[in-house]
Every structure is written in structure tokens, then in C-alpha cells.
């Protein structure tokens, strides 16, 4: 079943900004790190951004300086901050839960980003 559902994709320009969102009502929010990846056609899926549960960030080399990752708790959410994006930023982005201790992790359905020139 559906664990993570994320919004706040769609067509941007380069330059501008968005913010996707990953909900995660359905787990115990706060044992799960929480990251996205994005995907583009021939390429294997690469991390953007990640964060643990007390609130360590990995940021891929991509997003570092553009991107912030963060999480609210209290609302089981997860946010991805794009600040002036790239055509090169193009891609499906999903939402990942890792549960360290027990091996479990869940994937979001993925959400596109397009960002035109």
C-alpha cells in the first residue's frame, strides 16, 4: 500500500524555485531517515538529500547550496527546498523512508520536476 505520498512538483523556470512535500501518515515517522532521490531516463535513481531521524543532512553534490532538506515531525512530513533550479534538475523525484533498525524502507510513487531553459 501507498506509505509516502509526496506533492509540490511541476514546471518551473530556470532560476525559480519549488518546494516538494512527502507525507508519511502511515509509519512511525520518527524512526525512519527520510531523503529523496530523483530519476532521469538511463540513469540510475541518485540521492538528492536526506535527513535522520534527529535531524543529521546529506545533501548530494548537485543540490549542495541549492537544496535544503527538512522535516516537521508533528506532521509525519518531509520537505525538499529547490532553490534556483536547473534544466539539469529535470527529473521524477521520490520520497524514501529507511527504517535503519529492522531493514525496512518504503518508496513514494515519484513526482516531476521539469525545469525549462
Known amino acids: 500500500q501507498v506509505q509516502l505520498v509526496e506533492s509540490g512538483g511541476g514546471l518551473v523556470q530556470s532560476g525559480g524555485s519549488l518546494r516538494l512535500s512527502c507525507a508519511a501518515p502511515?509509519?512511525?515517522?520518527?524512526?525512519?531517515?527520510m531523503g529523496w532521490f530523483r530519476e532521469v531516463p538511463g540513469n540510475q535513481r541518485e540521492l538528492v538529500a536526506d535527513?535522520?531521524?534527529?535531524?543529521?543532512?546529506s545533501y548530494g553534490d548537485s543540490a549542495k547550496g541549492r537544496f535544503t532538506i527538512s522535516r516537521d515531525n508533528a506532521k509525519n512530513t518531509i520537505y525538499l527546498q529547490m532553490n534556483n533550479l536547473k534544466p539539469e534538475d529535470t527529473a521524477v523525484y521520490y520520497c524514501?523512508?529507511?527504517?535503519?533498525?529492522?531493514?525496512?524502507?518504503?518508496w513514494g510513487q515519484g513526482i516531476q520536476v521539469t525545469v525549462s531553459s
Open positions: 524514501n523512508a529507511i527504517h535503519q533498525t529492522v531493514s525496512l524502507y518504503y
Open positions: 502511515y509509519i512511525t515517522f520518527s524512526d525512519y531517515t
Open positions: 535527513i535522520t531521524k534527529t535531524g543529521s543532512t
